[in-house]
């Protein structure tokens, strides 16, 4: 079924988008690309936001999700080049009172040599020495006090040099830590602008993410209770809130990521604060139960189970479902078990952490492999997260369907339908309301 198109007011909302974009260019400070599409980026993601999700087609939706991730993208790294160079500018302070001290030290020193030698030129004043080279009758003594009195005056003027220079650079360091300490007072301030403007971005994007949930939550609630009059027409209407929830996940995933790269940089930079956050993330295990048999091979009960990443679980076998499919799952397998079926349920909700731990153990370890390589080149074929229907709880794994030659596939190929379920073709244990 195709979803109604947006109402006049959104629509004249987003269309306010496409047609500021060129107006606020030429309108932001010229000789600047980056912050007149920064300015852009910001008033474009403020129209954005006010998209109405319960009326916007799925196009719509994710034109406007993308609209705020850039806005937010932009943000996050104009607040990480202000942090660079706050921190670059405090390293200049550092460096520069550092060669000021050092500066200061050696002055004294000079100084203090320079008195010195004044004292002993006074006390025993160059022309003595050449007087009594001159009076000498002993050719090489009189050579050698020769030398030496030259060594000595030249040896004045290099302390006086040294004296000289070591001035020179001390007022060049004192300007380089007021210059300095002028820089970092700017990106200060700066800092804290990006961080207000990080912050709105943020919660621009949440607020769109948050009313996105809640109307899939609503027409997801919606389809089931269509189920019961249209099979046909729940089934289109829970694989269009599943794509939905899928791109939104995908989002919030993308947000992650990018959050836990900027953690690691900060990490690198700044010792091994972010290390700590990301193991804390990458624990983060599922709650419910993971392994099927709770119920033998009879009828099923359902058992209210607890709220994960948004879904209201409900316990079937002991094996955790979308609380939505629940009953429906229940009615099917005490159905098969009046025909002297059984359906035993080996896994159906899998939380993103454990979709992730599959990917890995199932596609390869890196970056590529587990968020871009398509499912079919893993072994066995592994949905990336975000686009499994276990991730719902609405798909479910039969342990005893491993072959078409089962009386369970056999059963459930001929009566799943009637309550909501499709085979995905080429898994024969694998059962979903959207046959994915």
């Known amino acids: 079924m195709r979803r109604r198109s947006l109402s006049m007011t959104a629509a004249a909302g987003l269309l306010i988008i496409g047609s500021m974009v060129p107006q606020l260019a030429e309108s932001a400070p010229k000789g600047d690309p980056r912050a007149e599409r920064e300015k852009v980026r910001a008033e474009a993601a403020q129209v954005a936001s006010q998209i109405d999700t319960s009326k916007a087609s799925l196009a719509e939706i994710d034109a406007a999700l993308q609209t705020l991730q850039a806005d937010l993208n932009t943000q996050q790294a104009a607040l990480a080049r202000a942090e660079d160079e706050l921190a670059q500018a405090e390293k200049d302070i550092a460096d520069a009172e550092a060669a000021i001290e050092d500066l200061t030290a050696e ?10 030698r004044a004292v002993q030129a006074y006390v025993n004043p160059t022309e003595e020495d050449v007087l009594s080279a001159l009076e000498s009758n002993d050719y090489n003594n009189a050579a050698n006090q020769r030398f030496y009195v030259e060594l000595r005056a030249q040896d004045d003027a290099d302390v006086e040099n040294r004296l000289e220079g070591a001035t020179v650079d001390l007022e060049a360091q004192r300007v380089k830590a007021t210059e300095a300490r002028e820089v970092a007072e700017a990106k200060r301030a700066e ?19 948050a009313n996105l949930q809640q109307t899939i939550n609503d027409q997801v609630a919606r389809s089931l209770e269509l189920a019961e009059t249209d099979r046909e027409l729940s089934a289109e209407i829970a694989r269009q809130q599943a794509e939905l929830l ?6 919030r995933e993308a947000e992650q990521k990018a959050a836990e790269a900027r953690d690691a940089e ?17 624990a983060g ?14 009828g099923a009960t359902v058992t209210p189970g607890p709220v994960d990443a948004g879904i209201q679980l409900a316990y079937v076998q002991g094996i ?20 002297g ?18 990917r890995r153990q199932n596609c390869g370890s ?3 492999a587990i968020y871009e390589m398509s499912s079919g080149s893993c072994r066995p074929p592994t949905a990336k997260p975000g686009q499994s229907q276990h991730q719902l709880g609405l798909a479910i794994d039969f342990a005893n369907c491993s072959s078409r030659g089962t009386a369970c596939y056999q059963w459930l190929a001929a009566n799943a339908s009637r309550f909501g379920y499709y085979n995905l073709p080429s898994e024969a244990w694998h059962w979903s309301t959207t046959g994915s």
Do not use: C, F, W
């Not at 295990?285 to 009879?298: F, M």
């Not at 955790?320 to 025909?339: H, L």
């Open 107 to 116: 002055i004294s020193v000079l100084k203090d040599e320079m008195r010195r």
């Open 191 to 209: 800092q804290a602008e990006r961080t207000e403007a990080v912050a709105q971005a943020k919660s621009r994007k949440e607020t769109v993410a």
């Open 246 to 251: 899928a791109r939104l996940v995908e989002q």
């Open 266 to 282: 900060l990490a690198r930079l700044r010792a091994a604060e972010a290390k700590a956050a990301a193991t804390v993330s990458a």
């Open 285 to 298: 295990q599922e709650s419910a139960p993971s392994s099927g048999g709770g119920g033998g091979g009879g």
């Open 320 to 339: 955790p479902v979308n609380a939505m499919v629940a009953d429906q799952v229940t009615a099917m397998i005490n159905a098969a078990a009046a025909d």
């Open 341 to 358: 079926v059984t359906l035993q349920i080996g896994n159906s909700y899998r939380s993103v952490a454990r979709q992730i731990e599959l």
């Open 366 to 368: 890196s970056h590529y």
